[in-house]
């Protein structure tokens, strides 16, 4: 990257943001994380917890990357251009996190389809762009462990751009599948339609926003030659761990709307001390 090229607004700035509003976002994750465990689901399994606790774990370690990045690019080397170009070994391992907490809150939400649509049909059908979409992150990051930021942005733009087109038809493909699923099978047994509205429009927005910061990221790699899509990026991971949460989280409002007979506790559970439980 020539030194009188250099935009510092797109190439640095945008990283400074991003791992800003990533700071912002983690700490959101942090408090979903406390208040799922004080909620006590005495149905959720233990696994399911554990993996909650395994999500909290990597995206402190993608937060740790990126401070450890922003820290080298601002201070230890304050001044040298060529470094904005490099991918250091802590941004190649926030590429790396990142990859592993949305393939597994992906396939999270794939099992809740399935355990929610009592059928195997929907899931399998987003299994294949699964398995694709992990094939093009790992080579992603082995790609970017060996090359320059702009290398990986002009050489391999076409892989980015299907990486992140995977993304954004898996969650909405998975979201609006999830939403189909709780009309069809919980709305003949509610007394009203505010529950039913209200889960589906919970599952909706927890599982779009993932698919339209992806699409975001799509749009910016085709219509720019900068680097600001890394602005995006650099959230996604915080966004995705949000994403499960807020979906977990938001059981504990669901209670308050009535219901007329029984809603499956996998997917609304029960909570160790409460009076008005659902399921």
């Given at each position: ?6 935009n510092?607004?797109?190439v ?13 976002l983690?700490?959101m ?5 406390y208040?799922?465990?004080q ?10 917890k554990c993996?909650?606790?395994?999500l909290c774990?990597?995206?402190?370690l993608?937060s740790?990357?990126l401070w450890?990045?922003i ?15 490099e991918?250091?070994?802590?941004l190649?391992?926030a590429?790396?996190v ?10 999270f ?16 059908i987003?299994?294949?762009?699964q ?5 093009f992150?790992?080579a ?5 462990s060996s090359t320059t ?5 002009t050489r391999?733009?076409?892989l ?9 038809i ?6 609006l ?5 709780f009309?069809?099978?919980?709305n003949?047994?509610?007394r009203t ?5 209200k889960?589906?429009a919970?599952?909706?927005e927890?599982?779009l926003l ?5 699409l975001?990221?799509?749009v910016?790699?085709?219509t720019?030659e ?16 949000n994403?499960i949460l807020?979906?977990?989280?938001g059981r504990?409002?669901?209670r308050t709307?009535?219901a007329?007979s ?5 997917s609304l559970?029960?909570?160790?001390v409460?009076?008005n439980?659902v399921?």
């Open positions: 990257m020539p030194s009188t090229s250099v510092l607004n797109l640095l700035g945008a990283r400074i943001l991003g791992i800003l509003f990533n700071s912002v983690y700490g994750l942090l408090i979903q994380a208040k799922y465990y909620a006590a689901f005495a149905k959720d399994s233990i696994l399911l993996l909650i606790g395994f774990v990597l995206e402190t993608h740790i990357f450890h990045h820290y080298i690019l601002t201070i230890v080397k304050f001044g040298n251009l060529t470094a904005l170009n991918i250091s070994w802590s190649c391992g590429m790396a990142t990859t592993l907490i949305i393939v597994t809150v992906q396939f939400f794939l099992h809740r389809l399935y355990t929610i649509s009592g059928s195997g049909y929907l899931p399998t987003f299994i294949p762009v398995l694709i979409r992990i094939g992150g790992l992603a990051v082995a790609i970017a930021l702009d290398g990986l942005a391999f733009r076409w980015l751009i299907t990486l992140f087109a995977l993304n954004s898996i969650d909405s493909g998975t979201a599948s999830l939403a189909i699923s009309q069809k099978n919980y003949p047994l509610l339609q505010k529950l039913s509205e889960l589906i919970w599952t909706i927890t599982g993932p698919s339209i910061y992806s975001i990221e799509v910016l790699m085709i720019t900068n680097l600001f899509w890394s602005f995006f990026w650099i959230q996604a991971s915080t966004l995705y761990c994403a807020s979906f977990l989280n504990i409002s669901l709307a009535k007329a029984h809603i499956p506790a996998t559970g029960s909570r160790h409460t009076t439980t399921g």
